[in-house]
């Protein structure tokens, strides 16, 4: 959770404040936005009282996420345009303005270049205002929102290689907000950082859900890994987040030829249980998850890695714990991100009874936070970027 920094725009129409929930990829959309808006004549501000529009870009990925929102978009009252933008706008669409009365428009992923003319004419057409706007139709984003003027930071930049999701583990609800796997054109995502290396920016982080599974023509992810390291005046590069099904002995040895690239590796454990592996539909094991680990250390040189952990699945009984547990245990991340379950709509996993009880939830979450943080202690310290 992060306030949005300011971009320099020319000073000319109202203001508007935004604010960003979830992952990187929605920070990218955040800039896009931004740029948009910009574009249009809006100035951005930080100070979300003195805006005329507020704009929350939002996550669902868990339902502590949503709650922020749902409390933060009461506070403000009528006078302000109030929007709803993200993956909680794909959620919940039209029931939005029945639990927050005060938000204007609601605008899913895939529509966030409307969001400027939504804007315009909800502060032009009183009568509009009052039907509030709703965009959650579109399938795929254009590709001329991924704009080199959108760039937050000076030195380092996102790209987006592919947007959504196909693997539909059964707890998330990213495949149902963010639609199906869609990869860019490579030829985009090089012109992209050729664009962002003219404005100076030489460090890059490629983005998607599920990198691993990059395919466009026939380029595959390890082939796009080599074409951005030959990149004439690039520096660094990385690339977050990598699915365990799709990462192989090839990536990793592509990894450690390429000599820009950070060595740095996140791969979501979820569970260190065959049994909620399967229920979790994961399309691994534990057994090849702890092999893949150990190849990677083996063949990427002082190669770091991170993972994400969910504790408190349907049926998570304590030996199901004790796997992932102990799996966390054995493979000594140099960060762990832990999360308890939270039941998602639209998913499998939301069919099946939330048996865990909270506190016990609360309970094995603390411990593997406890034992991670004696291991992050020991092991080199760094900067990861965490995925969400
Ligand atoms: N595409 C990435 C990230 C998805 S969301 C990946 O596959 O790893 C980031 C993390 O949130 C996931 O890795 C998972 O650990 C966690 N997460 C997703 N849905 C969740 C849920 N319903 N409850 C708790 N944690 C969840
Ligand atoms: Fe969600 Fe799984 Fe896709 Fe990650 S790989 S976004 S956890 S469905
Ligand atoms: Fe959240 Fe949407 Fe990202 S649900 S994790 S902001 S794709």
Redesign the pocket.
Known sequence: MRKQKILTVEPKGSLFYLKTYG?QMNKRDSEVICGLMAEAGYRITDDSAKADIVIFNTCS??QHAEDKVWSEAGRFKKGKIIGVVGCMAQNYGQDIFERSPNVSFVVGPADIEKIPGIITKLSNDKAIFERKIFEIDSLARPEKIYHTNFYEDKNHAFVVISEG?S?F?S????PYVRGHLHNRNYEDILKEIQGALEKGITRFTLLG??VNAYKYDTLDFVRLLRLVDAIEGLEEFSFV?S?PRDTSVDLFKAMNDAGKLKKYLHL?A?SGSDRILKLMNRGYSRKFYLDLADNYRKIVKAGALTA???VGFPTESEKDFKGTYDLVKAVRFNAA?I??????PH?EASRMADTVPKEEKEGRHRLILEMQKEISNKVKRREYEK??
């Open positions: 992952c990925v868990r999701c693997n583990c707890y998330c609800v990213v859900q599920n987040t699915h979501p979820q994400d952990i969910i991100y999360f308890k379950y939270s039941p998602r998913t995925p969400e």
